[in-house]
């Protein structure tokens, strides 16, 4: 079967970038050129550009792997999205990728991609345990990995900061505008958090640059949600069958999607509302309601549902007592949010619960539940000050750090063992495993991610021990139906 390299003679059915591409020059390299990527934004970008044009295409890179390249290059660029929803799948071919390499096996292609004239935007998507943060400062973390070899060697970075702030003073020194640098990662205030960061590690490592990038760049903040599994051999067995030839860059995700930015771009911007997306003066509020209600739930039914033996969120809310657990999160964190005009939160809650619910989703529970260390913060532990402020139970909040803690005990007396995936997952393994729910209660308490006036909410945590002595001691199953009754 031949490769997608062409459009022309694809089935009807399958949507096709309504422009020509060649026409179009890059104005967009964007970092982390993974399947959320290609779901999100580079599908905005495909819209845009076939209701407004411009010089709009993206080159995508990737920092370490250079896969997506592998994939995408023989397609030139193009690969097919399956949008997967109660009404059926529809595939998409998009074209806004007009070249993808990789940082670590290709660098002077990045070099060249971040300092052309034409590059307006560098968007960001590398998760949040990508950028290297320290959140207790809101500046560089000098033990993460990237930070520290980037600023052992800022002229051959290999971090998003080391890279971005070496383009950075490039493009000056060579007279060239700056770009605006555009974080998609689900980070609260993720243009000022990614502007600070910046500005810190050029503190250590170009200081004569720190002025620059706190005055003459622009960061705008953005929401993004559109929930996208990772890519499997069925993702790419119906691609085919779709498409009617072989793609290995194929992705599916969801029909929802929803993008809400800062529209603070001195260079220009594609026309993304063609796609949909909202442009705002302030998307905090947004930003809170996404991040406490979809991603906090998720991060609970992640934990949870993970040790209740199911394997895919949709397979959370097929059981009647945890999705009823998935609901009271929904509306305890709804309750500590400020009210956003125009927004219903009850319509939302009800909204993601059928989007959590879709069956055509293989959205994995150990997919959501990596990385929790970099996730908890703004999922959870920002929700309960706000909670207490209003006098509103934090008992959900308390079920999710449990069962989050539970997970990093790594305490499998009920299920099959499995790798912790974090970024610190040695230091909490060792502060977790073997060890009984009240010392693992004392030792969380005092880590560097919990904000403080969590720390010390010694109500909260009264809730969190008993909760974890029965996970750590009675089979998940039993505890979340005590929990829900
Ligand atoms: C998920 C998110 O993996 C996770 O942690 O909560 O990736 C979620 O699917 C997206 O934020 C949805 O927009």
Redesign the pocket.
């Known amino acids: 079967m031949k490769r997608l390299t062409i459009t022309e003679g694809l089935p009807g059915a399958v949507r096709v970038p309504g422009y020509r591409r060649a026409e179009h020059g890059v104005g967009i390299v964007h970092i982390g050129l993974g399947a ?1 990527h290609k779901a ?1 934004q580079a599908a905005y970008t495909d819209a845009a550009l076939a209701e407004a044009g411009g010089d709009w295409r993206i080159t995508g890179v990737s920092l370490r792997s250079d896969a997506p390249s592998r994939e995408l290059r023989p397609q030139d660029g193009l690969y097919t999205l399956i949008e997967r929803d109660a009404s059926g799948s529809r595939a998409r071919v998009i074209g806004a990728i007009a070249a993808a390499t990789c940082l670590r096996t290709d660098r002077q292609a990045v070099e060249r991609a971040l300092l052309a004239p034409g590059t307006r935007i560098v968007s960001v998507t590398v998760t949040e345990k990508g950028y290297g943060l320290d959140r207790a400062s809101g500046g560089i973390d000098p033990e993460h990995p990237a930070i520290r070899s980037d600023l052992a060697q800022p002229s051959a970075p290999q971090g998003l900061a080391g890279l971005l702030v070496w383009a950075l003073g490039r493009r000056r020194a060579l007279g060239l505008p700056p770009f605006t640098v555009l974080s998609c990662d ?1 980070l609260p205030e993720n243009g000022a958090v990614l502007r600070s960061l910046l500005v810190d590690f050029a503190r250590h490592a170009a200081p004569d640059l720190v002025d620059h990038i706190a005055d003459d760049v622009a960061f705008p903040s953005t929401m ?6 990772a890519r499997t051999q069925a993702t790419l067995d119906l691609a085919r069958e779709m498409t009617g030839c072989e793609d290995e860059a194929a992705i599916e995700t969801e029909g929802f999607h ?1 993008w809400v930015i800062e529209d603070d771009f001195p260079a220009g911007r594609p026309y993304w509302e063609a796609g949909g997306a909202i442009f705002a003066t302030d998307v905090r509020p947004y930003e809170a309601m ?1 991040l406490r209600m ?2 906090g739930a ?2 609970m039914l ?1 934990y949870a549902g993970f040790a209740a033996g199911h394997r895919y969120v949709r397979d959370v809310m097929a059981d009647a007592t945890l999705s009823r657990l998935v609901s009271r999160h929904l509306r305890a964190a709804a309750a500590t949010l400020l009210p956003l005009p125009g927004v219903d939160l009850s319509a939302y809650a009800a909204q993601l619960e059928e989007r959590f619910r879709n069956p055509h989703l293989a ?1 994995e529970t150990f ?5 929790g260390s970099e ?1 908890m913060p703004q ?1 959870i532990f920002a929700a309960i000050p706000d909670a207490r402020a209003k006098g509103a139970d934090t008992r959900p909040f308390a079920f999710a750090t449990a069962a989050w803690l539970r997970h990093l005990s790594g305490s499998c007396h009920d299920c099959a063992p499995y790798d912790l995936r974090d970024p610190r997952g040695d230091t909490l393994r060792a502060m977790t495993q073997g060890r009984q729910a009240a010392d693992v209660v004392s030792a969380v308490r005092g880590i560097t991610l919990m904000p403080q006036a969590v720390a010390e909410d010694e109500a909260f945590w009264d809730q969190v021990t008993p909760i974890l002595h029965d996970m750590l001691t009675r089979p998940m199953t039993e505890v979340i139906s005590q929990e829900a009754a």
């Open positions: 959320f999100h689900n993004v949600d559109r929930i996208t599994p929803h996404k979809l991603n998720h991060s992640a959205h997919q959501i539940a990596m990385d996730k999922r």
